[in-house]
């Protein structure tokens, strides 16, 4: 017999990962201060509310793809070294937040 799909996300699953939330926003932190742009240039670049540009620098919100891709282009970076950042972040327990 076969299992029924449940709809829904899995039992114990999260919406929000934290520790990655954390590392993602000190990356793109990072990315910003070697421009030498503020916060509030770089989320025009990304066409975004400058305050939630600040909630993604502080880890309070993990960006979805779409933005990540917008993140990237107004960081001039390739997506990819923005997620090879953070990856190395979360690896080495380097999450700080401002």
């Known amino acids: 017999m076969e299992a029924k799909l449940k709809p829904g996300r899995p039992a114990g699953s999260k919406t929000f990962e ?8 000190t990356v793109v932190r990072e990315f910003r201060a070697e421009l030498g742009i503020s916060q509030e240039e770089l989320a025009n670049r990304a066409q975004i509310e400058r305050s939630h540009m600040g909630k993604i620098e502080r880890g ?11 993140l ?27």
Do not use: M, W, Y
């Open 60 to 70: 309070q919100h993990l960006p979805n793809l779409a933005l990540i891709l917008k």
């Open 18 to 25: 934290p520790e990655i939330a954390r590392a993602f926003g």
């Open 72 to 98: 990237a282009g107004a960081l001039s970076a390739p997506p990819g070294r923005l997620v090879d950042q953070t990856a190395l972040k979360v690896a080495n327990g380097d999450q700080a937040a401002c």
